[in-house]
C-alpha cells in the first residue's frame, strides 16, 4: 500500500491482574514480549512509524520495542484517563500528517497484519474511521456494534444497550484504523461526560457520524482480538498462537508426529521434509534445513541444524550449536557453542561447549569437553576423521587433529597431531586374589554391624 501510516500502540496499562513484578506488555508469547507481537503486525501491515503511549515500566518497555524498531517512538501517559487520552498522548507523531492511523493495543497480541490491511483499505476507500470487529457466541460484557447496512452506527456498551441490542453478536475488537486528515479533530471532540469521567476512543464513531463522514467494520476472528490481563489469558493466547503455527508448519511441508506436543518460538525457521516427533521445544534462534529429524523430548534454542541431520532423543542444543549436514547428536547429549561437521556423530552422553568438530569423526559415549576453568572458557577443536573413545575428557585450550584417535577413557591435556593415538590414563594393573579378599573384608564388616 502506497500511502503512509503510523501505528499508535497503547501500552501503558498497569497490568495488576497479572500479579507482576514488571509490566504485563513485556510477558512473551512464543519467546516474544506481547508488545512486540503487536507492534511487528504494525510494521508488517505497512505501518512507517510507531508511536508507543507508554505508563509502567516505561524505560524497559521503550527499550524492548526500541531494539526491534530503532525508529519507533515513547510518548508518556502520566494520567489514566481512557483510551482516547491515551491515543491523543501521541498527537505530535498524529499531527505530522499519515495518511492512515492505526490504534492497536499492546495486550493483543494475536491481531493479524491481514486484518489491519483490510481496515486500512476502507480508510483508503473513504471511510474516517474503521473498527475491527468479531462475532462471538458470548458476546456478554462486549460493546456491540450496531450496523446501519453497511455502516457502523454506534458502539453500545453492555450497560447501556437495550434487550434488544444485547442480542447483537456483532462486538467490538478494539483496534480502529483511522483517516489521518481527521484524526485528530475527531479525537479532539471526545468528552468525559460519563460515570468515570474518562475520554473514551469508542464515541469516534458517534462523533463521525454526526459530522456525515463514514464508518466501516472489518471482522476478524475472535481470536485475534483476545486482550491479555490474566496470566490465565496468557496461555490461552499462547496456546492459540502456538496452534497457528503448528498449522502453517504443516502445510509448508513439514511432518509433526504429534503436533499439541511441539512448541515454537516466534522466530522459528523449518524447511519442508524435517520431520519433528513428539514432546519437542523449539527456543529462539532455530534454523531446521530440510531432511532433518528431530527426534523425541528434545529442546533446541540459537540452534542451526543442517539438511538430513539427526538431533536426539532427549538432546538439548543451546545457542551457537551449528550442525552440519547429515551429523548426528543423540539422546541425552548437550551442547553449546559447538559446530558439528558433516556427517560426524555425537551419539550419546556427551558434553560439548565451546568445540568444534571435523567432518566424519565420531565422539565416544561419556566424552565431554572440559571448557571453563571457573573464570574463562576455552575452545576445543577437533579435525575431520576423528575418533574420540568412551568416556574421554578433552581439557582445553586444545586442537586434535585429523585422523587422530583418543583411546577410551583418556583426559587429554595436550594437543594431539594428525594420526597420532593419544592415550591419557594410568596403566592398568592386575592383583590375583584381591577382589576375593576385598569382597570377604567387607562381607564382614556388614556382618559386624549392629541389627
Known amino acids: 500500500m502506497s500511502r503512509t501510516c503510523l501505528s499508535i500502540v497503547l501500552a501503558a496499562g498497569e497490568g495488576t491482574r497479572m500479579k507482576s513484578g514488571r509490566a504485563k506488555v513485556l510477558h512473551e508469547v512464543a519467546g516474544l514480549p506481547i508488545v512486540l507481537h503487536a507492534a511487528k503486525a504494525a510494521v508488517d501491515a505497512g505501518s512507517q512509524k510507531l508511536a508507543l503511549v507508554v505508563g509502567r515500566d516505561a524505560e524497559a518497555v521503550v527499550a524492548c520495542v526500541g531494539a526491534q524498531f530503532p525508529s519507533s517512538r515513547a510518548f508518556p501517559q502520566a494520567e489514566r484517563l481512557g483510551t482516547a487520552h491515551a491515543v491523543l498522548a501521541a498527537r505530535a507523531a498524529i499531527a505530522q500528517g499519515f495518511d492512515d492511523v492505526l490504534v492497536l493495543f499492546g495486550d493483543t497480541p494475536l491481531v493479524k497484519p491481514e486484518t489491519l490491511v483490510r481496515a486500512r483499505a476502507e ?15 458470548r458476546p456478554t460484557g462486549y460493546g456491540r456494534l450496531l450496523m446501519q447496512g453497511a455502516d457502523l452506527a454506534a458502539i453500545r456498551e453492555e450497560k447501556d444497550a437495550s434487550n434488544e441490542e444485547r ?25 468525559n461526560a460519563n460515570a468515570k469521567g474518562e475520554f473514551y476512543l469508542t464515541d469516534i464513531v458517534e462523533i463521525a457520524r454526526a459530522r456525515g463522514l463514514a464508518v466501516r467494520v472489518v471482522e476478524a476472528d475472535e481470536t485475534e482480538v483476545l486482550g491479555v490481563n490474566t ?16 498449522r502453517q508448519t504443516m502445510l509448508a511441508g513439514v511432518t509433526l508426529v504429534a503436533p499439541d506436543t511441539v512448541f515454537f518460538a516466534h522466530d522459528t525457521r523449518i524447511e519442508a521434509d524435517v ?28 540452534a542451526d541444524v543442517g539438511a538430513c541431520a539427526s538431533v536426539g532423543p532427549f538432546a538439548r542444543l543451546r545457542p551457537g550449536t551449528r550442525l552440519g549436514e547429515g551429523a548426528k547428536v543423540g539422546n541425552f547429549v548437550e551442547t553449546k557453542n559447538a559446530a558439528v561437521g558433516a556427517g560426524a556423530k555425537v551419539s550419546h552422553l556427551t558434553y560439548l561447549g565451546d568445540a568444534v568438530i571435523g567432518a566424519e569423526s565420531n565422539i565416544g559415549a561419556g566424552t565431554i569437553t572440559c571448557n571453563y576453568d571457573g573464570y574463562n572458557k576455552y575452545r576445543t577443536e577437533i579435525g575431520a576423521s576423528v575418533f574420540i573413545g568412551s568416556n574421554s575428557s578433552l581439557v582445553a585450550p586444545i586442537h586434535i587433529g585429523d585422523g587422530a584417535y583418543v583411546g577410551s577413557g583418556s583426559v587429554v591435556t595436550e594437543d594431539v597431531p594428525p594420526d597420532a593415538l593419544a592415550l591419557g590414563r594410568a596403566r592398568q594393573v592386575v592383583k590375583a586374589g584381591r577382589g576375593r579378599e576385598i569382597n570377604e573384608r567387607n562381607a564382614a564388616r556388614k556382618r559386624s554391624k549392629p541389627a
Open 123 to 137: 480508510v483508503a476507500a473513504g471511510a474516517a474511521v474503521c473498527v475491527v470487529g468479531f462475532r462471538t457466541q
Open 167 to 191: 442480542r447483537v453478536d456483532l462486538c467490538n475488537g478494539g483496534v480502529m484504523a483511522l483517516a489521518g486528515s481527521e484524526a485528530l479533530a475527531l479525537l479532539d471532540e471526545i468528552g
Open 231 to 246: 496470566r490465565v489469558e496468557l496461555a490461552a493466547a499462547e496456546a492459540i498462537w502456538q496452534g497457528r503455527r503448528r
Open 275 to 302: 520431520i519433528v516427533e513428539p514432546n519437542v521445544v523449539f527456543g529462539s534462534g532455530v534454523r531446521i534445513a530440510t531432511g532433518a529429524v528431530i527426534h523425541a523430548f528434545s529442546h533446541l534454542e540459537g
